[in-house]
C-alpha cells in the first residue's frame, strides 16, 4: 500500500535581485572609472558632485546610428529632437547639427527653439496646450501644427482667417495598436472616424492646410508590432486622404516611444538584451508603410520624434558617498549626495549605478537613498553594490532622458551641467544655481520684513 504524502505548507520566498535565482543571474557589477577616456576623479576635482555629465560623442553616434537605420530602409527620413526629453540648448544644438528639426510640446519650449535660431518650418508644435498667442506665431512663422483637438482645431480656423496668413497643419491621430490602456487622450480617434470626420473639417476651411499625419503610440514601446500597425494605419490613411480628396500630405510622423537600454522596476533581467535595436523598429515601421503598395514618388516623408532612446545613453550623473548605514532588518544602504529630485526617473527605472574602482569581490544587496529628507527618496533599490566606503564616487548611468528637464529644486539647488566635448574638453552647459537666482523671483511685502530679529 502507497503511503500518504505528507502535507508540506507552500512557503512564498523571496527572490533576491544579484543572486542567481530561478530567473538566472542578474547582471554582474561593473567599475567605471572614464566617461568618454576622461577620468571620472577628474571631472569630479574640478567641479564636484552632483554632477550630470553628457557626452557629446554618444548623442551624435546613436543619432548618426538611428538615421543611417532608417534611411536605409526608406527614402525620405526626418528625425525631430523631442525638446522635453532635453531642451538644455547644448543638447538641442547636437541635434540640430545632426540634423533634427524641434519638436515641441509647450509655448515654452517652442520659444527656446525659436531662441536657439531653428526655423519655423523646421519645428514641429505638439501639446494639448497652445494658447491663441501660441497658435498666431506658429501660423506666421509657417511651423507644423498638430492639432491635438476639436476646440484648438475651431481656433486655428479663427486665427488663420483673421490675420489672413496659411496655417500648415497636421493631425494628431490615435489608434488601437494592441497595446493596453489605450492612449486615447492626445488627438483623434482613427477606428471610430472622428480623425476623418476632423480631416473633411480641415479640408473645406480655406486658410488651413493639412499636411502631415500623426501619432504618438506610447513611451518605452518594447512592442515593434505596435509600430507596424501604427505605420499601417497612417498610411492607409494618407492614401485615402490622397484617392478621396485628391490631397497629397507632405509626411506621416510615428512619433517617439522607443525604448531605451533601461531597465524598468518590473524588468528582471538587464533591458539592454530584450529592448528591440532601432533596426527591429525601423523593419517594423517600413513593413507597416509599404504594405499598402505606394509608388516611390508618392511615398510620404517619414518623420520621428524619437527622444529617451537617443539621448539617455549619453547622460551620466556623479554623486558621492555620503553615508554608509545598516537598516533594522540588516540590509546595507548606501546613502549619496544627489536625490530623487534631480533623478526623476529612478521611480520607474533600475538605473545602472557603478562604482569608479574595484573594491574587491564580495558585493552585497543594497539599497541606495538620496539625500532627501523623504522616504519616497530611493535611487535605486536592490542592487548589489561592494562597500564603497564614504567620500568615493559613483556613476549612474542612463540618464540622459527626462531628467534634467523634469528636476525639482526642492531643499537644495540644482548642479551643474557639463558636456564632454568630442575633443576631450570639459564644457559646463548649464551652470549651478544659487540662492540669489532662487531668490531673484521672490518678493516680501513691506509689513512682513524682519528688522533685527
Ligand atoms: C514625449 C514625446 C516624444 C518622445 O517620446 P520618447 O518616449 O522619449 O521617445 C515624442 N513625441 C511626442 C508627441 C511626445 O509627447
Not at 542578474?26 to 558632485?49: E, H, R, W, Y
Not at 527653439?113 to 501639446?127: E, M, P, Q, T, Y
Not at 527626462?402 to 575633443?423: A, C, G, H
Request: aromatic share 10%.
Amino acid at each position: 500500500m502507497e503511503t500518504k504524502k505528507k502535507y508540506v505548507r507552500p512557503i512564498i520566498s523571496k527572490q533576491q535581485t544579484g543572486m542567481m535565482n530561478k530567473f538566472g543571474k542578474a547582471p554582474l557589477m561593473t567599475v567605471m572609472n572614464s566617461i568618454d577616456n576622461v577620468q571620472v576623479d577628474a571631472i569630479v576635482s574640478k567641479f564636484g558632485t552632483p554632477l550630470f555629465v553628457i557626452s557629446e560623442n554618444r548623442i551624435r553616434t546613436i543619432q548618426k546610428d538611428a538615421l543611417r537605420v532608417f534611411s536605409t530602409r526608406y527614402p525620405k527620413v526626418q528625425f525631430a529632437w523631442s525638446y522635453k526629453t532635453n531642451y538644455l540648448d547644448a543638447v538641442c544644438s547636437v541635434f540640430h547639427q545632426e540634423k533634427s528639426w524641434a519638436e515641441v510640446v509647450s509655448e515654452f519650449e517652442y520659444d527656446k527653439a525659436k531662441r536657439l535660431g531653428v526655423a519655423g518650418k523646421n519645428i514641429i508644435f505638439n501639446g494639448p496646450d497652445k494658447s491663441v498667442e501660441a497658435l498666431k506665431k506658429a501660423i506666421n512663422d509657417g511651423a507644423n501644427i498638430h492639432i491635438d483637438h476639436y476646440d484648438e482645431l475651431y481656433r486655428i480656423v479663427e486665427i488663420s482667417e483673421a490675420i489672413n496668413r496659411t496655417a500648415r497643419v497636421a493631425l494628431r491621430i490615435n489608434m488601437d495598436i494592441g497595446v493596453y490602456p489605450k492612449w486615447d487622450r492626445f488627438g483623434f480617434n482613427y477606428e471610430n472616424g472622428e480623425a476623418l470626420d476632423a480631416i473633411k473639417r480641415i479640408i473645406i476651411s480655406k486658410n488651413v492646410k493639412l499636411v502631415g499625419l500623426h501619432t504618438h503610440i506610447g513611451t518605452y514601446m518594447l512592442s515593434t508590432n505596435a509600430y507596424r500597425i501604427a505605420a499601417s494605419k497612417m498610411t492607409s490613411l494618407y492614401k485615402n486622404i490622397k484617392s478621396e480628396f485628391e490631397l497629397n500630405l507632405e509626411y506621416i510622423d510615428l512619433g517617439g516611444g522607443f525604448a531605451s537600454k533601461n531597465t524598468l522596476h518590473a524588468q528582471y533581467l538587464d533591458a539592454s538584451g530584450i529592448v528591440p535595436t532601432f533596426e527591429d523598429y525601423a523593419d517594423a515601421i517600413t513593413a507597416g508603410i509599404f504594405e499598402h503598395n505606394l509608388k516611390a514618388h508618392e511615398l510620404p516623408l517619414l518623420i520621428l520624434e524619437t527622444g529617451r532612446a537617443l539621448v539617455d545613453e549619453a547622460g551620466y550623473l556623479l554623486a558621492r558617498v555620503i553615508a554608509n548605514k545598516r537598516l533594522s532588518n540588516g540590509r546595507r544602504a548606501v546613502v549619496l549626495d544627489a536625490g530623487v529630485n534631480l533623478l526623476f526617473t529612478s521611480f520607474w527605472y533600475k538605473h545602472k549605478i557603478s562604482p569608479t574602482q574595484f573594491y574587491g569581490e564580495y558585493s552585497e544587496d543594497s539599497v541606495v537613498y538620496g539625500n532627501l529628507c523623504m522616504n519616497i527618496d530611493v535611487i535605486r533599490d536592490g542592487i548589489q553594490l561592494p562597500p564603497i566606503p564614504v567620500g568615493d564616487i559613483v556613476v549612474i548611468q542612463n540618464v540622459g532622458a527626462y531628467n534634467m528637464t523634469q528636476w525639482m529644486q526642492f531643499i537644495s539647488l540644482r548642479p551643474k551641467v557639463v558636456m564632454i566635448m568630442e575633443d576631450g574638453a570639459l564644457e559646463v552647459i548649464r551652470d549651478n544655481e544659487t540662492l540669489e537666482y532662487i531668490a531673484q523671483l521672490e518678493k516680501v511685502p513691506s509689513k512682513l520684513k524682519l528688522k533685527g530679529y
